[in-house]
């Protein structure tokens, strides 16, 4: 089992920063992909950007350019940095932490985790 703690969310004035970081517990092994997916209201959960445990990074176009996701693998933590941020980008992020366990060489079974969410609130 994998718990997901995030924090950093807060509310922000339009072209402000944040950044939100995703802190993981638990069974952590074997974890290789890690996200930040966001819900804003009256609308279906969409992802923000993605991380592999090699470092590549994956963004929605609507935050390229403007956010940026990181990860310490060795704090098992993941960051997105948030700039020149947007009432749009209103919304509650998840945390995402993707778990992929081999039982033989080319046997495996892939998990998902999810954090509770943090806020963020782009307003003036």
């Known amino acids: 089992q994998v718990q997901l703690v995030e924090s950093g969310g807060g509310l922000v004035q339009p072209g402000g920063s944040l950044r939100l970081s995703c802190s993981a517990s638990?069974?952590?092994?074997?974890?290789?992909?890690m996200g930040w997916y966001r819900q804003a209201p009256g609308k279906q959960r969409e992802l923000a950007a993605t991380?592999?445990?090699?470092?590549?990074?994956n963004y929605a176009d609507s935050v390229k350019g403007r956010f940026t996701i990181s990860r310490d693998n060795a704090k098992n933590t993941v960051y997105l940095q948030m700039n020149s941020l947007k009432p749009e980008d209103t919304a509650v992020y998840y945390c995402?932490?993707?778990?992929?366990?081999?039982?033989?060489?080319?046997?495996?079974?892939?998990?998902?985790?999810w954090g509770q969410g943090t806020q963020v609130t782009v307003s003036s």
């Open positions: 995402n932490a993707h778990k992929r366990t081999y039982s033989t060489f080319s046997d495996y079974s892939d998990y998902d985790f």
């Open positions: 638990g069974s952590i092994f074997n974890i290789n992909a």
């Open positions: 991380i592999t445990g090699g470092g590549s990074t």
